[in-house]
């Protein structure tokens, strides 16, 4: 089990996780809430962790990068300890890893099914393009996840904080991003709500 509570989250900004990562040679990019802000170019809201994406093959890669942390794996609100030398079991998709030293979790480090050319969705692997159309590069060299697909994602469980997301974001599409966003719900998600959102705008 892990020595942190599941909320002692003081992460690293997408700058300085950006930072030991500069060098990396294998694909990497920030998801969730921070992409949008890197999208953005400047923090509009509290983001209580970091979430990034590696492929699954480049785990042990990514970990030597960031040897400063302990990783554990997270399944079904299960936390557990991963030895530097154990591999991510098939069924793990997400890694925290913590500054135990510091007593907190830095970073969120997911894993997707795609190659260093291809991103895949992974809650439905028949949604695939070109990795360089699902991802983009901040003015600063930041690799973050193209806002229409973090959209996606947040469709799914649609919090309060992914509604608020959505609201301010959207205004700041362009027709063509408008439209593929309002093509992926009607494909994964028919009858969302932001279908009709997406409408008007």
Same mark, same amino acid.
């Given at each position: =089990? ?7 989250? !003081? ?7 950006? @930072?030991?990562?500069? $060098? &990396?040679? #294998? ?27 590696? *492929? ?5 890669? #990514? ?7 302990? #990783?554990? %794996?997270?399944?079904?609100? %299960?936390?557990?300890? *991963?030895?530097?030398?154990? &591999? ?6 997400? +890694? ?11 970073? !969120? =480090?997911?894993?997707?099914?795609? %190659?260093? $050319? ?10 695939? =393009? &070109?990795?360089? !159309? ?13 806002? %229409?697909?973090? +959209? +996606? ?19 700041? #599409?362009? =027709?063509?991003? $408008? ?7 009607? @494909? +994964? ?13």
């Amino acid at each position: =089990m892990s020595p942190l509570d599941d909320d002692a989250w !003081d992460a690293w900004s997408p700058d300085e996780l950006g @930072q030991r990562l500069r $060098n &990396a040679a #294998f694909p990497w990019y920030v998801a969730g809430g921070w992409a949008l802000d890197v999208w953005h170019g400047e923090q509009t809201r509290e983001h209580e962790d970091l979430e990034f994406v590696v *492929l699954r093959k480049d785990v042990a890669y #990514f970990r030597s990068i960031l040897h400063e942390l302990d #990783f554990f %794996t997270v399944k079904d609100g %299960t936390v557990e300890y *991963l030895p530097p030398s154990a &591999a991510v079991p098939s069924d793990v998709w997400q +890694l925290w890893g913590g500054d135990l030293q510091q007593g907190c979790w830095r970073v !969120d =480090m997911m894993m997707e099914p795609g %190659t260093p $050319n291809l991103w895949i969705y992974k809650r439905d692997r028949t949604i695939r =393009m &070109a990795r360089s !159309d699902a991802v983009r590069v901040s003015s600063s060299g930041i690799p973050y996840l193209a806002p %229409t697909h973090v +959209l +996606l994602f947040k469709a799914v469980h649609c919090r309060k904080k992914d509604q608020r997301d959505f609201d301010f974001f959207v205004q700041k #599409f362009s =027709m063509k991003e $408008n439209q593929l966003l309002s093509s992926l719900i009607k @494909q +994964l998600h028919p009858g969302h709500r932001w279908i009709d959102d997406l409408k008007i705008r």
